[in-house]
């Protein structure tokens, strides 16, 4: 199994629970004008899982990895995060991310590991990869673990992390 996938499911084992124990009113706290609410946080991740889930499943069949972007600020906002109830926007979260990880785990690693010079990580990655450098499913799919890390340690706190023996993220992408 792919180093990041366990990292992954070590995340959504541990970070369930801490996300579950704040309240419905901390759910809802902007940190600053303008900021997103860890509600809109989850909200933007459950968005980040829908649009990587397609392009886990189409990038296979692709000879390139040009793949879809959407306006994250557009999707927040219209699909109301901050009017749903914690608890349901956690299970959805959770839900859709142990699927991704099956999803991961499905696609041979000839389609994970296929290098394509032809892409566009460098739009809609994270970390994004030049477009003069190629790229790999693999390297979409570390780098959606890695945004999900990053934005579960703006709720949670930057001292929040999975156990230490996981891989690092540097480690998973290499892997």
């Known amino acids: 199994m792919q180093a990041y996938v366990t990292e992954f499911h070590a995340i959504l084992r541990h970070a ?8 419905e009113a901390e759910s809802a706290r902007q940190p600053a004008p303008g900021k997103w609410s860890p509600r809109e946080v989850i909200g ?7 649009n990587n889930h397609q392009r886990f499943v189409r ?5 390139d990895l040009v793949l879809v972007g959407y306006d994250q600020d557009q999707w927040v906002s219209l699909q109301h995060y901050q009017d749903e109830p914690w608890h349901e926007l956690v299970t ?12 991961m785990t499905a696609v041979p690693a000839s389609d994970r590991q296929r290098r394509h010079g ?9 970390k994004p990869i030049p477009a003069d450098q190629p790229a790999t ?10 945004h999900l890390k990053h934005h579960l340690r703006q709720i949670l706190g930057n ?10 993220i540097g480690e998973a992408a290499r892997s």
């Open 44 to 50: 933007h991740l459950i968005d980040s899982a829908s």
């Open 118 to 126: 032809r892409h566009n990580l460098h739009e809609i990655g994270w």
């Open 137 to 146: 499913l693999d390297d979409l799919m570390g780098d959606y673990v890695a």
């Open 92 to 103: 959805l979260w959770r839900a859709f991310n142990l699927h991704l990880a099956h999803v």
């Open 16 to 23: 369930t629970p801490a996300l579950l124990a704040l309240t």
């Open 59 to 63: 990038a296979p069949s692709q000879n």
């Open 159 to 168: 001292t929040w992390d999975v156990p230490s023996q996981m891989p690092s």
